[in-house]
């Protein structure tokens, strides 16, 4: 997946991510957390996103978003 589209993908996970587990942050962060998100999804699953294209990597960047989102949670309930 070329790097444009992977930062495109990632931005608009992180954005989904963030509301789907109701956090209030600015539209920055959300997209820089799903870019991350992005990149954490498809190193873990690099597989899965050449055999199932981009809807796969759209699914594997939520889903590493959410994972950064929760640990993201945690870190901030603990200062």
Do not use: C, E, H, K
């Amino acid at each position: 997946m070329p790097v444009v589209l992977l930062i495109v993908v990632g931005a608009l996970a992180g954005v989904l991510a963030t509301r789907l587990m109701r956090m209030n942050t600015d539209l920055p962060t959300a997209m820089v957390i799903g870019v991350l998100g992005a990149v954490i999804g498809g190193l873990g699953f690099r597989f899965l996103m050449t055999s199932a294209g981009w809807i796969g990597g759209f699914v594997l960047a939520l889903l590493g978003s959410l994972a950064l989102l929760w640990l993201y949670q945690v870190w901030q309930g603990r200062r």
